[in-house]
């Protein structure tokens, strides 16, 4: 790294702004927690004193309206020339410590916004992805969402309107979720690609998308992960079994759930899943639920294999200076120096982001379904 890393902070009730010098300067500390079960979370501490005549009233940060809930942050981090914006959301939550000198914020991505009123609202012959389709459009314009929707591999047919109507009895956020689970798909919102932007993503949890630059152990000067270590969990595989009724034929009908997910993975993360090779030692689960024809029974039984299928994880830290990029959680990523059995590539399902001054470093959760790496090389 040449240029080194460098820090934007975008802030404002309406249109985020680039924050004021005095607000910068008073800056502490950042932390970004990005996850995959979850919203995008900031926490941004800065100091205060009251020194000044400006300060006589109230600390000067809370007498301005810049830090008050439910304005918009934008966090953009440069690595060399390359800008990468690493949160978009609102401020939900304000704390101030006199006897520290600090005022604390704590916000969460723009799917906030997607979790305030609850709905009734009926969706006649309309298949999931649209549903999500239709959801999603509505925050376009205030919250800067652009869609991105992989239908399942296996979708439901659209609902005969003379059977069932699908109904939303909840946020649309929370009904976006409800759908991504039928099929063991995950909705999340993704910072980017521009300041102002977020991906609106609805689809498997590992998504196509390109590895990230890997992460090295014991590699000598390659080295650029500060610690790491794996964990194997032999009862965490689960498949899935039983009969349905089918709806349409009333016939019975016998139901199988594998993890699919772990099947379509592209690059495949593990040369030996354990539901695969640990049979027949693998936990099996019934499939108990009723009123779904068949196809929506599978897709379920499927969703449900691919929740238990994070078998082999990997928690470590990494110094951003030395690793010379920005680990995005929800994507894949290779590791390196470890040996056969725990090298290759992972789902990123969680990093932590801790940046002050001279420092950032990155928390993170990699996982996959078994052990064996299935590529003698990594994406360096």
């Not at 999500?132 to 314009?141: K, N, S």
């Not at 032999?234 to 498949?239: E, N, R, T």
């Not at 099947?263 to 993360?269: E, G, T």
Request: aromatic share 8%.
């Amino acid at each position: 790294m040449k240029l080194g890393i460098h820090l934007t902070l975008l802030i404002g009730p309406v249109v985020p702004m680039p924050a004021p010098a005095f607000l910068l300067e008073a800056m502490d500390d950042v932390e970004v927690t990005h996850d995959d079960e979850g919203r995008s979370g900031f926490q941004i501490k800065f100091r205060v004193g009251r020194s000044g005549v400006a300060d006589i009233v109230d600390y000067l940060p809370l007498t301005l309206p810049l830090l008050r809930p439910f304005n918009r942050v934008v966090i953009v981090v440069t690595v060399d020339v390359m800008p990468k914006v690493l949160f978009d959301g609102f401020i939900t939550h304000q704390e101030l410590a006199p006897g520290a000198s600090s005022i604390t914020v704590t916000g969460e991505d723009v799917s906030v916004m997607m979790d305030l009123q609850e709905k009734s609202v009926e969706y006649p012959a309309m298949p999931e992805p649209l549903i999500a389709a239709m959801l999603i459009a509505q925050y376009a314009i205030p919250c800067g969402l652009i869609p991105k929707i992989i239908p399942p591999a296996l979708p439901n047919p659209p609902p005969n309107p003379f059977d069932y109507v699908p109904v939303q009895h909840e946020t649309d956020l929370a009904y976006l979720k409800t759908m991504a689970r039928r099929f063991g798909h995950v909705f999340y919102i993704i910072p980017g690609p521009a300041p102002g932007t977020n991906t609106a993503y609805w689809g498997p949890r590992a998504g196509p998308n390109l590895p990230q630059s890997a992460l090295s152990v014991n590699m000598g000067p390659n080295t650029n992960v500060d610690s790491i270590s794996f964990k194997n969990d032999a009862m965490a595989p689960a498949v899935t079994g039983g009969m349905v009724q089918d709806r349409l034929t009333n016939v019975p009908l016998p139901v199988a759930g594998v993890p699919l997910q772990s099947l379509m993975n592209v690059p495949p993360l593990a040369a030996m899943p354990s539901w695969v090779v640990n049979q027949p030692n693998v936990r099996t689960t019934m499939f108990r639920e009723s009123g779904l024809n068949y196809a929506e029974a599978l897709t379920r039984a499927m969703g449900a294999a691919d929740a238990a299928s994070d078998v082999v994880t990997a928690e470590g830290e990494l110094d951003a200076t030395r690793y010379g990029d920005v680990l995005q959680a929800r994507g894949i990523v290779g590791v390196r120096g470890a040996g056969f059995t725990y090298d290759g590539f992972y789902y990123v399902k969680r990093v932590k982001h801790s940046i002050r001054r001279g420092q950032y470093r990155q928390r993170f959760m990699l996982t996959r379904e078994g052990i064996g790496a299935t590529s003698p090389v990594v994406v360096p």
